[in-house]
């Protein structure tokens, strides 16, 4: 159900911040920061350190971005 998830939450971000809408994008963003928590119980049961640290990198980045293409911008 995890692989499940981030396949679906991350090739759906992958598309959505590919186009041009910047509600479009938004939407990427968000699916990232949903995948986070699903990144971080893999690589935390797969003993993958680098990969979990590196989580909380993109989640930080993932909510820069998705705050740099709200609504009211």
Request: include cysteine.
């Amino acid at each position: 159900m995890v692989q499940l998830m981030i396949l679906l939450l991350n090739g759906s971000a992958i598309l959505f911040l590919a186009l041009k809408s910047n509600r479009i994008k938004r939407l990427g963003f968000l699916a990232l920061i949903i995948s986070e928590p699903f990144w971080m119980v893999t690589s935390w049961k797969n003993n993958q350190w680098a990969i979990f640290i590196l989580c909380f990198w993109y989640l930080a980045v993932s909510i820069v971005g998705y705050w740099n293409h709200r609504k009211d911008k």
